[in-house]
């Protein structure tokens, strides 16, 4: 398949001239690190005309906990209860991706029972993900009762994470071999009642956010992410998809049980705040559907975890890997390089907010003015946490 | 602007009348789900103390404490888990890796206290409100942090075994031994439960290092024996094991003797680099059994100069008369005894004490005497006939056989007795061609032989009748055998909760007749060497010594072990035994330089 994007050479990366500030003419302004949301744990440096932003510059530093050198220093089994923390909203892709680059480098093969498991969870993690982030849009521009009802709908959500895997934020249940688990007793029934539910609110959602005039005034337009920007800011996921490309790596490079669930890449032509959401909210849908998928197909018995040696002195073979999954934001990898002993040598995360908290929005922020800012951030959909490792 | 989207956002009334998503009493009217990784709980009757859990801890969470209940428990460290919950992250690896299952988590969540101290505590110990919750995190069913299942020892298949004295257990290759070695959780109760207190988890270790002189330096600290106990330990350590508490314990008795099997004989001096310096003293030994020549090993270690006192023609004792060698091969007991020997111990062959030199002839010449002339008189069945020419004793047969000798079983053979003794006679019996019936008085799960051995037997063909008591022996019409009157027996509760006796049912009587009958129900010990006097200040009872600390008898100079003198009555014993008394004998003869805590040349405790 190709992708080209047609790259633009009119995409100027000039850096454009410092306003000069000594002029009287601009005030500074920083929002964040103190800034009690998502968007808040980096700050943004602006640089304002009257209300309209000529500059923006981004930080981060505030929340760098050294996850990835933690991890050379405990045991491979000591490190999957490590990695769920790295990006809050969104644990079970490090647990997965962690695990499945454990086991390519040792070669270990997970049974199918896990294989359909972990694809379960880790839609439930993208379902529970998109309805926090439907709140925090629709908060981000003001309105504050579909973020009561999504962060709410989102425990009952958490409440199958609680029942499948013993927590319901840091799950710890994608372990390298397997799973921890299989599901427990009336599971499958009590996850159909949710989704149904979660089908319901989504429609809820649909008249009153979408089909919404103040949403729409401020959505549309902002932030446009022409295709020709997506290669050369390495832009992925939702943000790249709502701009036409049909990229999504479950489809692409299917992993897990995706090559075996019906689904599309959804792709839109709406690139601005409205169009991704729009587009987030049909993937929360999918990812219902796509967790029907598994409840039908998941192998109810049989084994969920590899024959595993001892962990207490498990010694992994020396090599090195990249491994990806696409989490709700795009492409989520794990580089990892081992040396054959109990440790491993060096582990690099790599999620999408990377680019989009930071070279993205440091672009799309210009022009737009100060009560947008938030909104615009959130659109792209980025997680402070998973820049700083 | 259309006007649908004006009006649409009122549709958020219609949810005012929805049932609110909140409880009012969370934690009362929402308890953790019946899987939730809440407070800890342990079964601490369960708990064996391994401190697996301690060790997979990333936090550090886990202190292991002991606990004064469980102290002096076998096959118990009498430590337990004691949680720090200012660490935890209950992530429940503790959980997962319990050898016991005995970890477990509650679904209990909220939890306050003013004491900051409480959230310090031991799991089952200290009182803890969740301690009985019926909820919460277990390790699922078939999921496992290491594998629960041995690795299988290849094995020569019965129709082949029988047909020869070849080793049966044919031994682990490399990969299977690294394996079995990855198994080990490291925990030590089995270092405590072995009677030499074998350094077990290092010297696994150091397979898993591929580091197989270091592995044979740490055997011989403990047991100058391993090739030999590599194959028939009684390895009471695997019955203690954690790992097999849910799978199967680590094979420790195979991973020895591969570590042994690795190292070539003429290395062993570079290895083991034992350099001895003459200390002038000078001590006896009488019996070239493992006792004999375990205290000979250690006491030349020492720099005393060794004379060991062996009746027979060649030393070994019961491992070279009485096991046979498709369990032990001669090759493998010479390996760790000419290694003694080459120490510059003589032994003095066809020497019997009480018949060639005068047991107080010894104590004249000597410093110190050390005793280890093991269990070499049959026991008798105390039934009438027994002395019949057709009635021969396990010990007897094992002995020829292990001579070259014919031991002349003839074709039927029946062995009484349930013991290892006897299984050695009915394979020994099936490999000279006869048909072998062992008859036992109690069930076969009652015989105190080793499972694996009456397996064995059964396997290659031996038929065993259990709940058979002999009564009498009577001449068959042919000479050249014999015939046994023995009958069924019932298994009775003891009314005092002891083990149910066998009581022999009149009418249930059967006669058969057999070539040969072996008898193999025990042996006892032949001390009429030592005078009557002697035998009155040793304080034997019941053919047995009970010495005192560090061996020692009732006669300052005299120390004994091995069979004589233990209960156990197996190699391993033996070997601690001449091990303990070597020390005891350093005591009594250089006082001024004894510790409790000796060291060898290297500086290594020994
Ligand atoms: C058939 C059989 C199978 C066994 N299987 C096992 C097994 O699988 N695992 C295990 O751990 N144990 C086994 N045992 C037990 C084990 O062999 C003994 O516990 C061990 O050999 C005892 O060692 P010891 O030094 O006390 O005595 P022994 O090994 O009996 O050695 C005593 C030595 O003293 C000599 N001696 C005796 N009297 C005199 C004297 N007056 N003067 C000079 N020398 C004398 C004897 O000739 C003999 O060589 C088995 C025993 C038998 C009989
Ligand atoms: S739950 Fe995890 S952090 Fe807590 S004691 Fe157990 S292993 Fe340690
Ligand atoms: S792992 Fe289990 S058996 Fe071992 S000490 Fe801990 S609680 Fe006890």
């Known amino acids: ?389 | 602007m259309n006007l649908r989207d004006l009006l649409s956002p009122f549709f958020v009334w219609q949810r005012a009348f929805e049932k609110p998503y909140t409880s009012i009493r969370p934690t009362i009217d929402r308890p953790g789900a019946p899987a939730y990784r809440g407070f800890h709980i342990n079964v601490s009757e369960e708990c064996v103390g391994c401190g697996s859990c301690h060790s997979i801890c990333q936090n550090h969470a886990i202190d292991m404490v002991p606990v004064a209940e469980f102290e002096g428990r076998t096959g118990d460290s009498g430590l337990r888990p004691r949680f720090d919950y200012g660490r935890c992250c209950w992530c429940g690896l503790c959980v997962d890796i319990c050898t016991a299952a005995s970890l477990r988590m509650s679904n209990e969540y909220a939890w306050i206290s003013e004491d900051p101290d409480e959230f310090h505590f031991t799991a089952g110990i200290d009182d803890k409100p969740w301690q009985n919750n019926e909820h919460g995190y277990r390790r699922a069913e078939g999921y496992h942090l290491y594998p629960p299942k041995r690795i299988e020892m290849e094995m020569l298949s019965p129709d082949v075994s029988v047909q020869s004295f070849e080793e049966v257990a044919r031994g682990y290759s490399e990969a299977q031994a690294k394996l079995e070695a990855d198994r080990c959780v490291e925990c030590g109760i089995c270092v405590a439960t072995c009677p030499a207190h074998m350094d077990v988890p290092d010297y696994i270790h150091s397979i898993r290092d591929g580091d197989y002189e270091k592995g044979l330096q740490l055997m011989y600290r403990t047991n100058p024996f391993p090739a030999t106990c590599g194959r028939i330990c009684t390895r009471r350590c695997e019955s203690v094991c954690p790992v097999g508490i849910l799978g199967e314990p680590v094979a420790i008795r195979w991973l020895k003797r591969f570590i042994v099997d690795q190292v070539d004989a003429q290395d062993y001096q570079r290895i083991l680099n034992d350099q001895i310096i003459e200390s002038g003293h000078r001590v006896a030994i009488i019996g070239a059994g493992p006792g004999g020549l375990s205290a000979a090993y250690y006491l030349r270690k020492k720099g005393h100069a060794v004379t060991v006192f062996e009746a027979g023609e060649t030393a070994g004792g019961m491992l070279r008369y009485g096991v046979p060698s498709y369990r032990l091969p001669d090759a493998d007991l010479d390996k760790d005894i000419a290694y003694i020997v080459s120490l510059g111990v003589d032994i003095r062959y066809n020497t019997r004490i009480g018949k060639d030199i005068e047991f107080e002839q010894l104590l004249q010449d000597y410093d110190a005497v050390f005793l280890s002339t093991g269990l070499s008189v049959p026991s008798n069945m105390r039934i009438q006939g027994e002395d019949h020419a057709r009635v021969l004793s396990g010990l007897q047969v094992l002995a020829d056989v292990a001579s070259g000798r014919d031991p002349g079983i003839g074709r039927q053979v029946a062995v009484i007795g349930g013991g290892n003794v006897a299984m050695d006679a009915a394979r020994v019996s099936r490999r000279l061609g006869a048909d072998v019936t062992i008859l036992y008085r109690r069930r076969i799960a009652d015989m105190p032989a080793d499972a694996e051995e009456i397996h064995e037997s059964q396997e290659e063909g031996c038929n065993i009748v259990p709940q058979a008591i002999p009564v009498e022996i009577t001449t068959a019409d042919n000479p050249q055998q014999v015939s046994i009157k023995w009958g069924e027996a019932e298994m009775v509760q003891d009314p005092k909760g002891g083990r149910p006796r066998p009581v022999l049912q009149e009418d249930r009587m059967h006669t058969d007749t057999y070539d040969c009958i072996i008898s193999a129900i025990g042996q006892g010990s032949d001390l009429d060497f030592l005078s009557k006097e002697n035998q009155q200040q040793l304080a034997i009872e019941w053919g047995k010594f009970t010495p005192g600390e560090y061996q020692q008898s009732a006669l300052q100079k005299v120390f004994v072990g091995g069979d004589v003198a233990n209960r156990t009555a197996d190699a391993i014993s033996a070997i601690e035994d001449g091990h303990h008394a070597a020390r005891g004998i350093e005591r009594l003869l250089n006082p001024d330089e004894f510790t409790t805590t000796q060291t060898d040349n290297t500086g290594e405790l020994t």
């Not at chain 1, 306003?19 to 009287?24: A, V, W």
């Not at chain 1, 490090?94 to 997970?110: K, P, R, T």
């Not at chain 1, 959500?157 to 927590?167: C, I």
């Not at chain 1, 701009?243 to 790596?249: K, N, P, S």
Request: with cysteine; glycine share 8%.
């Open chain 1, 1 to 389: 398949m190709t992708l080209s994007t047609g790259h633009s050479a009119a995409l100027d990366f000039a850096q454009p001239e410092p306003p000069d500030l000594s002029s009287g003419k601009y005030v500074k302004l920083w929002q964040g690190p103190q800034h009690p949301g998502i968007t808040g744990n980096m700050s943004l440096e602006l640089v304002l005309d009257g209300d309209t932003i000529v500059s923006c510059k981004t930080h981060v530093g505030y929340l760098h906990r050294g996850f990835e050198k933690l991890m050379e220093r405990r045991t491979f089994i000591q490190n999957f209860t490590v990695v769920c923390r790295i990006a809050v909203p969104e644990p079970t892709f490090n647990e997965y991706l962690y695990s499945h680059a454990v086991e390519e480098i040792s070669g270990i093969e997970v049974p199918e029972r896990a294989i359909w498991l972990r694809t379960m969870n880790l839609e439930m993690m993208r379902l529970a993900s998109f309805l926090m982030w439907i709140g925090g849009q629709s908060g981000a521009f003001g309105q504050y009762t579909v973020p009561n009802w999504t962060l709410a709908y989102r425990d009952y959500v958490l409440d199958l994470f609680e029942e499948m895997t013993g927590a319901r934020i840091y799950h710890m249940y994608i372990v390298p071999g397997g799973v921890r688990a299989g599901l427990p007793d009336g599971f499958e029934e009590r996850a159909r009642k949710i989704m149904k539910g979660a089908e319901k609110l989504l429609d809820q959602i649909e008249r009153v956010m979408f089909n919404n005039v103040v949403f729409k005034a401020r959505s549309k337009g902002l932030g446009i992410i022409t295709p020709d920007m997506v290669d050369p800011y390495g832009i992925v996921g939702p943000n790249a998809r709502a701009c036409g490309l049909a990229r999504d790596i479950r489809k692409d490079e299917p992993y897990l049980a995706y090559d075996r669930l019906d689904f599309e890449t959804i792709s839109g032509n709406e690139p601005d705040a409205y169009g991704r959401a729009y587009l987030r909210l049909q993937e929360t849908r999918q990812s219902i559907n796509l967790i029907r998928q598994c409840l039908d197909h998941a192998p109810t018995d049989g084994p969920f975890q590899a024959d595993m040696p001892n962990v207490l002195h498990w010694k992994v073979p020396a090599g090195e890997t990249y491994v990806k999954a696409e989490c709700t934001r795009g492409e989520y990898g794990y580089y990892m390089v081992t040396d054959g002993s109990e440790f491993v040598r060096r582990v690099h995360v790599r999620g999408p907010s990377y680019t989009h908290a930071i070279a993205v929005m440091e672009r799309l922020a210009v022009g737009t003015n100060i009560a947008d800012i938030a909104g615009l951030m959130v659109s792209l959909h980025t997680y402070p946490p998973e820049i700083e490792r």
